[in-house]
């Protein structure tokens, strides 16, 4: 069993119902956070959720309203009341190391860490165990170095999520049969741009993927004047939610 919290449902343009992206996965002892966009760290207080839990931290891209609350993590963790003791496990797709060294030339010694271990990773083609999970990651076609994940989890339960991404088949690979497809939807039907999701070509992975519910989240402002999940129903005849901040699901 695991819980899934949406952290934020928006993506990099201020808006007052959606922060931007990140999610908080629980299952058993572990908690991941995939994604930490403005905001992220302050969100997850909401939820009694502090910079010292999440063991594990996936980065799907390297853009700023997925990456931003990297560096105030580090520097709380370093300067918070209490300071991180337990180990921290930082994952991105290709370009993700050298992206982490700059950042590590700017902020130097403010987020080099003391208390504990930090490991920066670029994830493979294969599986990475962590714990009694399994990760698998594949390319989306977004921006160079972009990835989704799966997440199997040890009572057979999964997930997958595409970060960003325009519609290819290795987000549909990603989300055969899981229990949850998290998926972005950035604009509604008639106002598609490059590189991101309809809410009907979000349906048609979930059709392919035969995934047992679909999430649909990184909404664009624009998408709250749409009937977004009708536009997504007219495809998709399984549950579909549509994301909010703090949603919580279980499966
Ligand atoms: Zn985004
Ligand atoms: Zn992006």
Redesign the pocket.
């Known amino acids: 069993m695991a819980e899934i919290i949406i952290l934020g449902s928006g993506?990099?343009i201020p808006s007052i119902r959606r922060g931007s992206p990140g999610l908080i996965v629980l299952s058993d002892n572990t908690s991941i956070l995939i994604d930490s966009g403005p905001g992220t760290l302050r969100k997850m207080l909401e939820l009694g959720i502090t910079y010292q839990d999440p063991d594990l931290i996936l980065y799907?891209?390297?853009?700023p309203?997925?990456t931003a609350d990297l560096v105030p993590t580090l520097f709380a963790c370093k300067y918070g009341d209490l300071p991180r003791e337990k180990d921290l496990l930082c994952i991105g797709g290709s370009g993700f190391k050298s992206f982490f060294e700059k950042l590590e030339e700017l902020y130097g010694s403010w987020i080099e860490p003391q208390s504990y271990h930090l490991t920066v990773k670029e994830i493979s083609k294969e599986a990475l165990l962590y714990r009694d999970l399994k990760i698998f990651s594949k390319p989306m076609a977004?921006?160079s170095g972009?990835v989704g994940y799966r997440i199997e989890f040890k009572d057979g339960k999964s997930i997958a999520i595409s970060?960003?991404t325009d519609y290819c088949q290795n987000i549909i690979d990603l989300g055969i049969e899981v229990d949850l497809l998290i998926l972005?939807c950035s604009f509604p039907d008639g106002k598609k741009v490059e590189?991101?999701l309809t809410p009907s070509l979000a349906g048609r992975i979930g059709l392919k993927s035969h995934c047992k519910k679909l999430l649909l989240t990184?909404l664009y402002p624009v998408c709250d004047q749409f009937d977004i999940l009708e536009q997504c129903r007219q495809v998709y005849r399984g549950e579909v939610l549509l994301g909010e901040d703090l949603m919580r699901i279980m499966i």
Not at 60 to 63: D, E, F, K
């Open positions: 993506t990099g799907t891209h390297l853009h309203d997925h977004h921006i972009s970060g960003d972005e590189g991101h990184h």
